[in-house]
């Protein structure tokens, strides 16, 4: 192994080989316990391996990234913070954009590979505080805020619990960036509030609460600024959990007071809503029974929601179309793009909040059958192939629930509602067997696999009709 003055002396080399080489030596080095620094070689490395990281080859500057990990975890903390220190300087104060890179890059690298809880802790303490400084400054430079955020969010997510001291300042940072001008900020100040909030005591927790509710419910804010407290109410509920429960009733009315107003091509905001409901029916079981009513109401709403599409006129002649006409279907398929509406957004997230329903409350089996099964299975039709594979991921789910609850004593009950719509389930089914899609075509198969094993003699009566189908898939070769 190359000694540290070896090593030293060839990193200085203009000839880019021996840079590379030395740096590659300090690397593997770093990476052994046998190699041994004093102070005064290991201050000398911490400033060595800032040095190369700005080095014109990128090979070696990568190299240089890879060495801040092991040095990080054997550094004294002196060393430990000068390291810090030279990577935040890189990012917050560089006037070049390959140098603030460079910062942003190593610091995430440090927070993506440390494991130790004390360099964990050590270098929580000494990094936030100056990202903070940095938000919370009048200028600054936006895409450096972006990489503040980015960091902040990596912490919180790795090492949420060492951040606890952080908690009120990181606050008080956060909340007003929900209100800035660029989408960006707003979004990473959304999911940095969100993980820093799942290790805040009640009592902090509170007060980043009750500012979202009181963001969401201000309608004089312009729309996308009310779009952000949307977002940001559900983030906090997949954050916190059962936490959130009691500010349901003074939430889910207003967003579906949004939901509901919201203007035709406003589809981000039902998406949004949809998706926020969807997580307090997950993350706040008891809370939100007394909305699922609503709940399902909207979703129902939703999930036919096509105002640039009307598919239905015709649908009692389609059974006397040719199984083969192949070139209307894909006619019908491309005739609208996502290019020109984004109203799938709202379809397929009323989809997922469904199989949110029926996943997490089978006493509901009954009402979803009466209600929403018929609506699902006409909804196959479904011209966007996102949108039809949830709606297909719904039944299936449903199917799945179904079986669960058939084999407890008062599973009866629950074939029974089965039974009663395999008729019209087969029948759809069968027309999207048709269709050019593999990705269609493979969940019709699951599809029926599933009413298969949650009713074993439920195809028997269907069995004719769907075996030219099956024989047909097996003799296809797919390259």
């Not at 021996?18 to 911490?46: H, I, P």
């Not at 060492?162 to 908690?167: A, E, I, K, N, V």
């Not at 799945?400 to 087969?426: C, D, F, H």
Request: hydrophobic share 40%; glycine share 6%; aromatic share 4%.
């Amino acid at each position: 192994m190359s000694s540290v003055s070896a090593i030293f002396d060839k990193i200085s080399s203009k000839d880019k080989d021996l840079r590379y080489m030395a740096t590659s030596d300090l690397l593997n080095g770093l990476q052994k316990e046998s190699f041994a620094m004093n102070a005064e070689s290991e201050k000398k490395v911490c400033q060595v391996v800032l040095q190369q990281m700005e080095d014109a080859s990128g090979d070696i500057s990568n190299l240089a990234v890879k060495c801040l990990v092991p040095l990080a975890k054997r550094a004294t903390d002196a060393s430990f913070e000068e390291i810090v220190n030279g990577l935040c300087d890189k990012l917050l104060n560089s006037a070049k954009e390959p140098q603030r890179d460079i910062g942003s890059i190593g610091l995430k690298t440090v927070v993506s590979e440390i494991s130790s809880t004390d360099t964990a802790s050590g270098f929580v303490k000494k990094l936030t505080p100056k990202l903070i400084t940095y938000l919370n400054s009048s200028g600054g430079i936006p895409d450096v805020k972006s990489e503040c955020l980015d960091i902040i969010q990596e912490e919180a997510q790795r090492f949420g619990i060492h951040m606890t001291s952080l908690h009120e300042p990181l606050k008080d940072c956060l909340l007003p960036q929900l209100c800035n001008t660029r989408a960006g900020l707003r979004k990473r100040a959304i999911l940095c509030t969100a993980s820093i909030a799942a290790s805040m005591p009640d009592v902090m927790l509170v007060g980043v609460c009750e500012h979202a509710i009181s963001g969401l419910a201000d309608k004089t804010k312009k729309p996308d600024i009310t779009r952000t407290y949307v977002q940001m109410i559900g983030a906090l509920s997949r954050s916190v959990g059962y936490r959130f429960g009691k500010y349901l009733p003074a939430v889910v009315p207003v967003l579906m007071e949004y939901c509901n107003a919201a203007a035709e091509g406003d589809d981000e905001m039902r998406e949004n809503v949809l998706q926020g409901l969807e997580s307090f029916v997950l993350r706040c079981p008891r809370e939100v029974t007394p909305f699922l009513e609503a709940i399902l109401a909207i979703c129902l709403e939703y999930l036919k929601y096509d105002p640039n599409f009307s598919g239905d006129a015709d649908e009692e002649d389609e059974d006397m179309e040719c199984s083969d006409d192949e070139d209307a279907d894909e006619e019908s398929e491309d005739e609208y793009s996502d290019d020109e509406d984004s109203s799938w957004k709202t379809r397929r997230a009323a989809a997922r909040c469904l199989t949110a329903i029926i996943t997490s409350r089978p006493e509901l089996l009954g009402q979803m059958y009466a209600q929403a099964c018929p609506l699902l299975i006409s909804r196959l039709r479904e011209r966007e192939e996102s949108v039809k594979s949830d709606i297909f991921n719904v039944l299936i789910d449903l199917l799945r629930t179904t079986g669960a609850a058939s084999k407890k004593p008062e599973g009866t009950s629950a074939l029974t509602l089965l039974s009663g719509v395999v008729g019209n389930l087969i029948k759809e089914s069968k027309k999207q067997v048709k269709e050019k899609s593999l990705k269609t075509k493979v969940a019709v198969f699951l599809l029926w696999k599933e009413l298969v094993m949650a009713l074993p003699n439920g195809l028997q009566d269907h069995i004719a009709g769907i075996v030219p189908s099956l024989e047909k898939a097996l003799s296809v070769s797919v390259l």
